[in-house]
């Protein structure tokens, strides 16, 4: 006859108690002398430093994005493209006055870029608030800080 083993339920523990214990099972030195590993738990992101951070990303980005646009427009330009591309939209629209207006297309990319760029930064907010939620549920990220000496 098979044994039945009956399981104990856990007591719940606190969450504090969880990052003590946590805290508490610190890696030793492992192997050589030379490294000392922790580890660590990402329990909360500062959503101002996110929202800083992310700004300072995205618009970067729109940044870099604006300017290759730039570049790859003016090599169309000098290679006749945006010429062959204005001919072909005369005479697809039957009218001699079709230009393409650079100013205008700049500014409404960069409009557009911009209303991403805020968008993507509320996203990314919300996204660290979400984070914050669910390590405050789960416990959060354990990462293992690994330190070398130089004199190895």
Not at 19 to 48: C, E, F, M, N
């Amino acid at each position: 006859m098979a044994k039945r083993v009956a399981f104990d339920s856990p007591p719940l523990v606190s969450r504090r108690e969880r990052l003590r214990r946590r805290r508490d099972l610190a890696v030793a030195p492992v192997g050589h002398s030379s490294q000392r590993s922790y580890r660590q738990t990402i329990t909360k992101v500062d959503l101002w430093s996110v929202l800083k951070i992310s700004a300072c990303f995205y618009m970067g980005a729109l940044i870099v994005v604006l300017t290759a646009g730039i570049a790859l427009w003016e090599i169309a330009r000098v290679a006749g493209v945006v010429d062959s591309i204005q001919h072909f939209m005369r005479q697809l629209l039957g009218s001699n006055d079709f230009t393409f207006l650079s100013w205008r297309l700049l500014k409404g990319f960069t409009l557009l870029g911009l209303v991403i760029v805020c968008l993507s930064i509320v996203v990314t907010v919300i996204g660290a608030a979400f984070y914050n939620l669910f390590a405050e549920i789960m416990g959060g990220v354990v990462i293992t800080v690994v330190e070398e000496d130089e004199a190895h």
